[in-house]
T-cell receptor, first 112, second 109 residues
């Protein structure tokens, strides 16, 4: 099994550009989530989904959109990139919100 | 408010034992997770505690005291590959995960 597949691994954007980070899982997990990881801070939840067609905001949702049209896919869209969005992003999934998370390999994003 | 505290960095010697502490103050409690994260990689699951006591899994053990808001991860027979960050995360009563900033563990030969 591939597990959680996240692309791209690296991305450089200019301020104001938009982009989509892709995330797919093949474990039939209902719960999917996006985190950002910044130095000296714990992982912070951006958006999450408890099943297809359902999404909700996490701790730091501003500037990001998500959709969950299928169980497998949970893309994260940056609408108009800002330098404050420079970070490492992780997609994660689990059977449900109480279970252990499986993480994608991460995306290192730099916004200039 | 919500808060999870872990030491920022610890150093230990290969073959020794190290204990990484985590204290928390959160809105309710539905369990505590430990994850391992090697530099430049994604976190991977190590352990889960929801009841008080010690859970042992090979060289790694995790302890929980809910009344004290305290957990520790115990690593025995340290190997160089154990050099990583160790993340403590608490599942609150609304099933949101609150993460500590992580403890960077450096193993010296």
């Amino acid at each position: 099994n591939a597990g959680v597949t996240q692309t791209p691994k690296f991305q450089v954007l200019k301020t104001g550009q938009s982009m989509t980070l892709q995330c797919a899982q093949d474990m039939n997990h209902e719960y999917m989530s996006w985190y950002r990881q910044d130095p000296g801070m714990g992982l912070r939840l951006i958006h999450y989904s408890v099943g297809a067609g359902i999404t909700d905001q996490g701790e730091v949702p501003n500037g990001y959109n998500v959709s969950r049209s299928t169980t497998e896919d949970f893309p994260l869209r940056l609408l108009s990139a800002a330098p404050s969005q420079t970070s490492v992003y992780f997609c994660a999934s689990s059977k449900d919100e109480k279970e252990k998370l499986f993480f994608g390999s991460g995306t290192q994003l730099s916004v200039l | 408010g919500q808060n999870i505290d872990q030491p920022t960095e610890m150093t230990a010697t290969e073959g020794a034992i190290v204990q990484i502490n985590c204290t928390y103050q959160t809105s309710g409690f539905n369990g505590l997770f430990w994850y391992q994260q090697h530099a430049g990689e994604a976190p991977t699951f190590l352990s889960y505690n929801v009841l008080d006591g010690l859970e042992e899994k090979g060289r790694f053990s995790s302890f929980l005291s809910r009344s004290k808001g305290y957990s520790y991860l115990l690593l025995k027979e340290l190997q160089m590959k154990d050099s990583a960050s160790y993340l403590c995360a608490v599942l609150e009563s609304n099933y949101q995960l609150i993460w500590g900033a992580g403890t960077k563990l450096i193993i010296k030969p």
